[in-house]
């Protein structure tokens, strides 16, 4: 069973930007697991944002587009997500996810098995 954790939360302005990270550890061949993140605002269901595949493919979110990136560094064990141009919108607990099995695409939530604790972002306007 893969252990994910989360880091890099925090409290920032409006337009400013952020950088999550998750650490992966237990399970060999990370590099051929799609990566996620996922978030949930208070009172809201849990949604993909964005993830990227064992090749480096990358999807994400209407809503975060041109302004979210995820990355990956496979020989740390380790995936992503900088965030830029904020919104108060973009506040929630943020959760990295890995994918139930090798080689999937990642653009479906169902694609992901595997959870972090998640990490607060609050973004103030």
């Known amino acids: 069973q893969v252990q994910l954790v989360e880091s890099g939360g925090g409290l920032v302005q409006a337009g400013g930007s952020l950088r999550l990270s998750c650490a992966a550890s237990?399970?060999?061949?990370?590099?051929?697991?799609?990566m996620g993140w996922f978030r949930q605002a208070p009172g809201k269901e849990r949604d993909l944002v964005g993830s990227?595949?064992?090749?480096?493919?990358?999807y994400y979110a209407d809503s975060v587009k041109g302004r979210f990136t995820i990355s990956r560094v496979n020989n740390k064990n380790t995936v992503y997500l900088q965030m830029t141009k904020l919104k108060s919108e973009d506040t929630a607990v943020y959760y990295c996810?890995?994918?139930?099995?090798?080689?999937?695409?990642?653009?479906?939530?169902?694609?992901?098995?595997?959870w972090g604790q998640g990490t607060q972002v609050t973004v103030s306007s």
């Open positions: 990227i595949t064992w090749s480096g493919l990358t």
């Open positions: 996810a890995a994918a139930r099995v090798p080689y999937s695409s990642g653009s479906s939530p169902a694609a992901f098995g595997s």
């Open positions: 237990g399970r060999s061949a990370f590099s051929n697991y799609a």
